[in-house]
């Protein structure tokens, strides 16, 4: 196994000032996202969601950006699993993006609310009929005795949703991540990295700043 205290990267693909951000974080993180999709960026929607649970422990796991509609971020889960609870305990949340390929990084902080269930229907209904099954097969988050107690679920509603669409569950749904600053990094060499930094005000006005690396 390598030292692990000598594993570093030198990051040099590009820079990042003010002038090419913009005044408009959302804006800039699509075009960063495009330029993702472009560069064949694995995993590009892959972030990573960070939630605080009721006895104020912080938690994190990767979740699926699904959609960036009026400049809220969307994910799909169910409203059961851990995160879920987190988060209707205590909606302050942070995303994550780390595209390695293009050795950049963002930052979200905000406050995650359900969008309309409509929302949900019209999603869930998009997706494939096995995963639309899976939804209600497993008890997310919750302990089980074994993998076969899954397989036996996915078999039951299987057969009951078979030739019939697939209701979504109750239990499952979206969540939009209102940003209340947005931190976009790029690596640069020698350690030296730029960040920029947007937060916004109550009027929804966004400030934007330079922080050290």
């Given at each position: ?24 974080p ?50 799909f ?62 008890p997310?988050?919750?302990?089980i ?12 509603y ?18 939009a ?8 990094w ?6 030296m990295?730029d ?7 109550k009027?929804?006005q966004?400030?934007?700043s330079?922080?050290?690396?």
């Open positions: 196994m390598k030292d692990i205290a000598d594993i570093r990267t030198d990051y040099q693909l590009a820079a990042l000032d003010e002038s090419t951000v913009g005044d408009d959302i804006l800039f993180f699509t075009r960063w996202f495009i330029e993702c999709q472009k560069a064949d960026v694995d995993e590009v929607n892959a972030m990573t969601l960070a939630t605080v649970d009721s006895e104020n422990r912080a938690d994190a796991r990767i979740v699926l950006l699904k959609g960036l509609e009026e400049g809220q971020f969307i994910f889960t169910n409203y059961n699993s851990a995160k879920g609870k987190d988060i209707a305990n205590n909606p302050n949340v942070c995303l994550v993006f780390f595209w390695k390929e293009l050795e950049r990084q963002v930052r979200i902080h905000g406050t995650a609310t359900r969008i309309p269930a409509k929302d949900s229907d019209e999603y869930f209904h998009s997706r494939p009929e096995a995963s639309q099954v899976g939804a209600w097969a497993s997310q988050s919750q302990t005795p074994d993998r076969d107690i899954l397989q036996r679920n996915y078999n039951r299987e057969q009951e949703y078979a030739g019939k669409k697939v209701p979504r569950p109750e239990h499952w749904g979206g969540y991540v209102k940003p209340a600053s947005i931190e976009f790029q690596g640069r060499s020698s350690r990295h960040r920029i930094l947007f937060t916004t005000d009027n929804g966004w400030t934007k330079r922080l050290a690396p």
